[in-house]
């Protein structure tokens, strides 16, 4: 049952600069919604990473702030460590270790491990239980890096790109638990993927950047009855026009 208020990430007045003094993302304002998967899309060099990074409290913005529940995630990130999970590439499991060995030490460190959405997950994602991560395909470790993640019930989901390289099946499987976890708990979900396809089966809000600018936020939904065209073309219009919303 979803809760009464439904808490989310807030973006406010957010700068970041890169290390050569040009600004990687400029941010007035952004708010990430639930429930339902919203897609972050824009070009390599976008800002993607860097926005889920902020948002996971791996990174400290230059200016201004990102909160959760009105708290500064950066700042309070071991109380929120929890309840922010990022599913990225640069967050490595254990290579000499199997699946069920990650199961058995993420269960004996998280205190509200949820036991049947573990179950339901290694049914329903097919994750090979006695194979060591090294000998593990991408798609076997996404599912695996979900398996860890879902159980432990987090309230927001973030998903820097790892299910781009995977083949269909793959990442259907994995938005439709993406998609039931966040309308069954409300859990904000936010997926980093210029997968067009993924994009308009299981996206509910668009969130597109360009040059670390928002320059679009909206449901899919409504932007596609406003423009009556494919998704595909109104990423190419929103990108002619550069303009900020």
């Known amino acids: 049952m979803l809760e009464c208020t439904i808490k989310m990430i807030e973006v406010n007045n957010l700068v970041l600069y890169g290390k050569n003094g040009t600004i ?17 899309v824009g070009h390599n060099g976008a800002g993607k990473s860097s926005l889920l990074k902020l948002a996971a409290g791996l990174e400290k913005s230059s200016h201004g702030s990102i909160l959760y ?20 590439w640069g967050l490595e499991l254990y290579r000499n270790l199997s699946a069920k060995d990650h199961l058995d030490l993420f269960r004996s460190i998280c205190k509200n491990w949820n036991k ?16 060591k991560v090294e000998k593990m395909s991408r798609g076997e470790q996404v599912r695996l890096r979900i ?12 998903i820097d790109e790892v299910t781009n ?14 998609d039931s ?20 089966r299981y996206a509910s809000d668009i969130i597109l950047l360009k040059k670390g600018e928002v320059i679009l936020q909206s449901s899919l939904d409504s932007i596609k009855e406003q423009h009556n065209t ?16």
């Open 24 to 40: 990687r993302l400029k941010i007035p304002e952004l708010k990430f919604h639930s429930p339902g998967i919203t897609a972050l």
């Open 69 to 88: 529940d009105q708290k500064d995630i950066f700042i309070h990130y071991e109380d929120l460590k929890e309840k922010i999970h990022l599913l990225s």
């Open 116 to 131: 049947d959405i573990e179950l339901e997950l290694l049914k329903d994602l097919s994750i090979p239980t006695h194979k």
């Open 147 to 158: 398996l860890l993640s879902l159980p432990r019930s987090p309230k927001v989901i973030l």
């Open 165 to 178: 390289d995977l083949d269909t099946d793959s990442r259907r499987a994995i938005f439709k638990k993406l």
């Open 181 to 200: 976890y966040s309308f069954d708990t409300g859990a904000q979900v936010v997926v980093a993927t210029n997968m067009i396809e993924d994009i308009e």
């Open 230 to 245: 494919s998704f595909e073309e109104i990423v190419r219009i929103y990108e002619r026009k550069g303009s900020v919303l």
